[in-house]
């Protein structure tokens, strides 16, 4: 498969799930959220700009963290979390810095068109799984080397946000392809599943998670605080 009929196959599948999103149940299960900077599991964060950010995730993944941690002990490697629950005032917050980041390369574009290219991979407070508790954002860190892994289009920390992060994007290393490999199996074990434009980005519990499991209910829906 070429690159570009991978991107278009991705796309499709985007498309298809913003489609069933409003056909999903939520059966709320009221699992608290609990902050991972209080466990004792070896995780290293990626710092914040959102003042005091607690790197909160609902109940049972809390444990399923803790699984992927210790798995990862084992390898002399540790998990990082990029991100995972976002209230409200934080997925705004986030969304105004890309869009002014959007608007000084793009000048002549409208707002509307800006909010689109905003919205592929950085959705709306009412629309990001992030508020739901159920997602998370990860890579994995090389003690050995020293290092972030590579990832195919990532400085570090830093993500370059374009279709290569698509997760099985064929225009990368190959050693960046086991690198995705790895940090996707990490989470398929634990009953995640994968976004499908961005290899980092993981869910469970919440309506995506159930449509790709072909449910009709999900567990998390959207807490605002």
Known sequence: ?????????????DRYQKQLITTITIKEDNSPLISLKESNF????????????????R?????KIGRISKIL???????????????????????DRRTKIIQKKYPNKSLKEISKIV????????ESMHSTGGAVDALIYDLKKDCVMDFGNNDGLHLELNKTCYPFHPDITAQARKNRELLISLFDKED???DPKEYWHFDYGNVIWAIEKGGKSAKYGIIKA
Not at 1 to 13: F, G, H, I, P
Not at 59 to 63: K, N, S, Y
Not at 73 to 95: N, P, T
């Open 192 to 194: 995640f599943v994968v």
């Open 59 to 63: 109940e049972a993944i809390f444990g």
């Open 42 to 57: 070896n995780l290293m964060f990626e710092p914040s700009f959102y003042k005091g950010y607690k790197y909160m995730v």
């Open 119 to 126: 919205s592929y991979f950085i959705a709306p407070e009412e």
């Open 1 to 13: 498969m070429t690159a570009k009929e991978y991107c278009e196959l991705v796309e499709r599948l």
């Open 73 to 95: 002990d084992k390898e002399d490697k540790r998990l990082i979390i990029r991100s995972v629950w976002r209230g409200f005032a934080h997925q705004k917050l986030l969304r």
